[in-house]
């Protein structure tokens, strides 16, 4: 168990609604990073806040959003849904401070649009 | 900008036979190199990471790390390879200068038995 909480596990929704995902880091972890994983792309880096504070941006859609709550707590939240969307969405936390700090990655939530 | 290469999508090996799964990088600096597990259906799991000074890394479940300057490769070796091993493997790097970690595009391990 690597500490790291997402939910929902599955979300099914259709074309063109919002959903928003949450992410509990592990305890002492002030960096949280998301990450998009589709069959033919890859881990696609999206978003990364330390402390609350956005740190990196990566190829996140401008319909796509997030953030950190004081408690370190995350969410993405996804609007205007389209069918391409469809993919597991990974956050994953770190201590941040030190460089060959490792990532800690939760189970993801299965994201389908239909 | 700092990047790592998988170059095999798959490596097949027969159970009990060492295996490599092969990554090579470019860094400016110090390289922060990782590699990472992930199994159907879940998250990444950590592997090892790279130590400053340490050409061969130990990490969890067996599996180590040989890390080449000369050669910019950091490739993941174990010496008996299990069916349980079979998953896909993910090497990545950490970008000193924006905290990026940025990862291979994987390759999927078959041990057959």
């Known amino acids: 168990d690597s500490g790291v909480t997402q939910t929902p596990k599955h979300l099914i929704t259709a074309t063109g609604q919002r959903v928003t995902l949450r992410c509990s880091p592990r305890?002492?972890?002030?960096?949280v990073y998301w990450y998009q994983q589709s069959l033919d792309q890859g881990l696609q880096f999206l978003i990364q806040?330390?402390?609350?504070?956005?740190?990196a941006k990566g190829n996140i859609l401008e319909r796509f959003s997030a953030q950190q709550f004081p408690d370190l707590h995350s969410e993405l939240n996804l609007s205007s849904l389209e069918l391409g969307d469809s993919a597991l969405y990974f956050c994953?936390?770190?201590?941040?401070?030190?460089?060959?700090?490792?990532?800690?990655f939760g189970n993801g939530t299965r994201l389908t649009v239909t | 900008a700092q990047s790592v290469a998988q170059p095999e999508d798959q490596v097949n090996v027969a159970e009990g036979n060492p295996l490599t799964v092969k990554c090579t990088y470019s860094v400016s600096g110090n390289p922060y190199l990782f590699w990472y597990v992930q199994y159907p259906n879940r998250g990444l799991q950590f592997l090892l990471k790279y130590i400053t000074g340490d050409n061969l890394v130990k990490g969890s479940y067996g599996f180590e790390a040989e890390f080449n300057k000369s050669q910019t490769s950091f490739h993941l070796k174990k010496p008996s390879a299990l069916v349980s091993d079979s998953a896909l493997y993910f090497c990545?790097?950490?970008?000193?200068?924006?905290?990026?970690?940025?990862f291979g595009t994987g390759t999927r391990l078959k041990v057959l038995a």
């Open positions: 305890s002492g972890d002030l960096s």
């Open positions: 994953a936390s770190s201590t941040g401070g030190v460089l060959n700090s490792p990532l800690h």
């Open positions: 990545a790097v950490r970008d000193s200068g924006t905290y990026k970690y940025i």
């Open positions: 806040y330390y402390n609350g504070e956005e740190r």
